[in-house]
């Protein structure tokens, strides 16, 4: 099952960065482009370790509340506001899997833990760069950086043609 990119910007992920006090399109590209990448924009996909729509890992999971929520109580409660009541206790890793808006907000405090400063203006370069520094560490940087890019080019001549 592969998601609308339009209906994925507009539904789940600007206002998901909204709810966390984020307003920017720089940021929703690249969350977009981390999704195509990660996943093929594939909310149920299931890789060898990652989960969801944005392919988290557990271990990425549990670094986000262990080690950067844990001290951001405020924003801790927020997040936790978007999982479910009763599945999140008993399996808080399923989460990355069905609930988007929860998944969006992990990736996103994956981004804003590593101190990222988004550029002003959406440039594709450095929105690879940075996806490269937080998500595709263990790939070629080369060959990852230029398929992201290349997915956020087409991505910008589809807005454009429509």
Same mark, same amino acid.
């Given at each position: 099952?592969?998601?609308?990119?339009? !209906?994925?910007?507009?539904?789940?992920? +600007? =206002?998901?960065?909204?709810?966390? $006090?984020? *307003?920017?399109?720089?940021?929703?590209?690249?969350?977009? @482009? *981390?999704?195509?990448? !990660?996943?093929?924009?594939?909310?149920?996909?299931? $890789?060898? &370790? @990652?989960? $969801?729509?944005?392919?988290? *890992? =557990? &271990?990425?999971?549990?670094?986000?509340? &262990?080690?950067? #929520?844990?001290?951001?109580?405020?924003?801790?409660?927020?997040? %936790? @506001?978007?999982?479910?009541?009763?599945?999140?206790?008993?399996?808080?890793?399923? !989460?990355?899997?069905?609930?988007?808006?929860?998944? *969006?907000?992990?990736?996103? /405090?994956?981004?804003? %833990? !590593?101190?990222?400063?988004?550029?002003?203006?959406?440039?594709?370069?450095? #929105? +690879?760069?940075?996806?490269?520094?937080?998500? $595709?560490?263990? %790939?070629?940087? &080369?060959?990852?950086?230029? %398929?992201?890019? @290349?997915? /956020?080019?087409?991505?910008?001549?589809?807005?454009?043609?429509?």
């Amino acid at each position: 099952m592969k998601m609308n990119v339009s !209906e994925l910007r507009e539904q789940i992920i +600007g =206002p998901t960065l909204k709810y966390l $006090g984020i *307003t920017s399109s720089v940021a929703e590209e690249l969350l977009l @482009g *981390t999704a195509a990448l !990660e996943s093929k924009l594939n909310p149920l996909c299931q $890789g060898d &370790d @990652g989960l $969801g729509i944005y392919q988290i *890992t =557990p &271990d990425q999971h549990r670094q986000i509340w &262990d080690q950067y #929520l844990a001290f951001k109580p405020d924003l801790a409660s927020k997040v %936790r @506001g978007l999982a479910s009541q009763h599945r999140f206790l008993q399996d808080p890793d399923k !989460e990355l899997s069905w609930n988007l808006s929860y998944a *969006t907000a992990i990736a996103w /405090l994956i981004y804003q %833990r !590593e101190e990222i400063v988004l550029p002003k203006h959406s440039e594709v370069h450095q #929105l +690879g760069q940075l996806w490269l520094k937080c998500f $595709g560490k263990n %790939r070629s940087s &080369d060959k990852s950086e230029r %398929r992201f890019n @290349g997915w /956020l080019t087409n991505y910008r001549r589809s807005l454009a043609a429509a």
